[in-house]
């Protein structure tokens, strides 16, 4: 099916440029041709000549070569291909492909290709995790890459996690399904959440006083913005529920943006059945009884009066109501005895689980978070915490804990 097809296989600078040689064999036997670009690094890892001897034919490794340029130039190569594969992807190829970067042989074709380029992407689980990875990806995606893996395991640093290449026998099938025309982009990701409805919550929510005055807290919407981006990932069909913030809404995220927490209850019983309801949304625990058409004048000798009454707890609407999701999930915000009161919180509120955080530091705003899991299996509770983490890593381990679950309760 895929013979007489070629691909141009950049191999960059990581441990696991080595499967790569298994690739160039497996692609072989399926009758597929590889021509290769090593990369500088990735000449640290694999040599030309062995890429060269597996493939059959001219490795090329320079922009500025002579040789080279007479027998197929960079522009030549970079379309010659039916596919361009980038494997092991490194962070730096992939940020330089995102931003139109075009210094070595590598990224100038990158750049110059009217191919598909699928990447498997190989580097340590930080890298991976790290928002500027993140934004990368979110680019190339936009400009219809695909992506094989990264896998979760052990990795060459010693760490645990996301960023393992994905395995040769994988990426040739990704090569497979993509040269047969029979896929898009999401078809190539594994969707343990496809067909799951998560219902998210986010961001802050604001109670007028008056037209120009509100009451509010500092809540930036991040951690709710990522588990939404984690779980979409993952397959899921998300609708986030949020309150004004300053961040664009994740792509392929039903995103419905509200004000007040009356507003924020509404949306979501709208949004409902879900199979899981996330809320992470600062809720405003009061809003003012009266909120006039009219700004309040300052008065000079009396203060206003103003009049606070108590929001709807949405949380506990939702894990109340008819339609109860088969998984919900609170947060708590606390400063300190943060597992009894997530303990409590969570009998209070009817959850299955609350991710507690001490937010005495800089959690409120900040990238990173510290999360404390607290579920309760019988009758015991079960607290697990998790290491000082980005918040978008904290939105992949919470998406795959919540993979687990549903796994076990379907
Ligand atoms: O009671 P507390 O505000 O600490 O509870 C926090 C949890 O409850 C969070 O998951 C938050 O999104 C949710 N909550 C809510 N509606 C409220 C208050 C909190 O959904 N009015």
Same mark, same amino acid.
């Given at each position: 099916m895929s013979k007489d097809k070629r691909i141009l296989l950049i191999i960059g600078? !990581?441990?696991?440029?080595? &499967?790569s040689l298994l690739l160039i064999r497996i692609l072989a036997k399926r009758g597929i041709k590889t021509t290769c670009i090593v990369t500088k690094g990735g000449q640290e890892f694999v040599t030309p000549l062995s890429v060269g001897g597996l493939s059959g034919e001219k490795v090329f490794t320079e922009l500025f070569s002579l040789s080279d340029e007479a027998e197929m130039g960079h522009i030549e190569l970079s379309r010659s291909a039916d596919l361009v594969v980038v494997a092991p992807a490194t962070a730096d190829l992939m940020a330089k492909a995102a931003h139109g970067l075009a210094n070595d042989l590598a990224s100038t074709t990158l750049l110059a290709t009217d191919k598909r380029v699928l990447y498997a992407p190989a580097m340590n689980v930080r890298m991976w995790a790290h928002p500027a990875t993140r934004k990368n990806i979110e680019i190339l995606r936009s400009n219809h890459a695909v992506f094989v893996g990264p896998e979760e395991g052990d990795m060459a640093c010693g760490e645990f996690g996301f960023g393992r290449m994905a395995e040769p026998e994988t990426i040739a099938e990704a090569i497979e399904t993509i040269l047969s025309g &029979?896929?898009?982009? %999401?078809?190539l990701k594994p969707q343990p959440l496809k067909n799951k409805h998560i219902l998210i919550t986010a961001g802050p929510t604001r109670e007028p006083i008056d037209p120009v005055r509100y009451l509010s807290n500092h809540s930036s919407g991040k951690q709710g913005y990522a588990i939404a981006r984690a779980c979409v990932d993952l397959g899921a069909d998300v609708t986030l529920v949020s309150g004004p913030v300053a961040l664009t809404p994740p792509q392929g995220v039903n995103t419905v943006h509200v004000d007040t927490a009356c507003d924020m209850l509404d949306a979501c019983e709208k949004a409902l059945p879900a199979d899981v309801f996330i809320a992470v949304a600062a809720v405003a625990d009061w809003r003012p009884v009266d909120n006039t058409n009219h700004k309040i004048k300052k008065c000079k000798d009396a203060l206003p009066p103003l009049c606070l009454t108590e929001n709807p707890d949405i949380l506990r609407t939702i894990a109340n109501? &008819? @339609?109860?999701?088969k998984l919900v999930v609170g947060f708590a915000a606390e400063t300190d005895n943060v597992v009894k009161f997530a303990q409590a919180k969570l009998t209070k509120k009817n959850c299955d689980m609350i991710i507690a @955080? =001490? $937010?005495? !530091? =800089? $959690?409120? !705003? !900040? %990238?990173n978070n510290t999360m404390i899991v607290v579920t309760k299996e019988d009758a015991d509770y079960h607290a697990e915490t998790w290491p000082l983490m980005s918040k978008e890593l904290c939105a992949q381990t919470l998406a795959k804990k919540l993979v687990q679950k549903l796994v076990r309760r379907p």
């Amino acid at each position: 099916m895929s013979k007489d097809k070629r691909i141009l296989l950049i191999i960059g600078g !990581g441990i696991a440029a080595f &499967k790569s040689l298994l690739l160039i064999r497996i692609l072989a036997k399926r009758g597929i041709k590889t021509t290769c670009i090593v990369t500088k690094g990735g000449q640290e890892f694999v040599t030309p000549l062995s890429v060269g001897g597996l493939s059959g034919e001219k490795v090329f490794t320079e922009l500025f070569s002579l040789s080279d340029e007479a027998e197929m130039g960079h522009i030549e190569l970079s379309r010659s291909a039916d596919l361009v594969v980038v494997a092991p992807a490194t962070a730096d190829l992939m940020a330089k492909a995102a931003h139109g970067l075009a210094n070595d042989l590598a990224s100038t074709t990158l750049l110059a290709t009217d191919k598909r380029v699928l990447y498997a992407p190989a580097m340590n689980v930080r890298m991976w995790a790290h928002p500027a990875t993140r934004k990368n990806i979110e680019i190339l995606r936009s400009n219809h890459a695909v992506f094989v893996g990264p896998e979760e395991g052990d990795m060459a640093c010693g760490e645990f996690g996301f960023g393992r290449m994905a395995e040769p026998e994988t990426i040739a099938e990704a090569i497979e399904t993509i040269l047969s025309g &029979k896929t898009e982009i %999401d078809a190539l990701k594994p969707q343990p959440l496809k067909n799951k409805h998560i219902l998210i919550t986010a961001g802050p929510t604001r109670e007028p006083i008056d037209p120009v005055r509100y009451l509010s807290n500092h809540s930036s919407g991040k951690q709710g913005y990522a588990i939404a981006r984690a779980c979409v990932d993952l397959g899921a069909d998300v609708t986030l529920v949020s309150g004004p913030v300053a961040l664009t809404p994740p792509q392929g995220v039903n995103t419905v943006h509200v004000d007040t927490a009356c507003d924020m209850l509404d949306a979501c019983e709208k949004a409902l059945p879900a199979d899981v309801f996330i809320a992470v949304a600062a809720v405003a625990d009061w809003r003012p009884v009266d909120n006039t058409n009219h700004k309040i004048k300052k008065c000079k000798d009396a203060l206003p009066p103003l009049c606070l009454t108590e929001n709807p707890d949405i949380l506990r609407t939702i894990a109340n109501s &008819k @339609n109860r999701p088969k998984l919900v999930v609170g947060f708590a915000a606390e400063t300190d005895n943060v597992v009894k009161f997530a303990q409590a919180k969570l009998t209070k509120k009817n959850c299955d689980m609350i991710i507690a @955080n =001490d $937010v005495s !530091g =800089d $959690v409120m !705003g !900040g %990238d990173n978070n510290t999360m404390i899991v607290v579920t309760k299996e019988d009758a015991d509770y079960h607290a697990e915490t998790w290491p000082l983490m980005s918040k978008e890593l904290c939105a992949q381990t919470l998406a795959k804990k919540l993979v687990q679950k549903l796994v076990r309760r379907p």
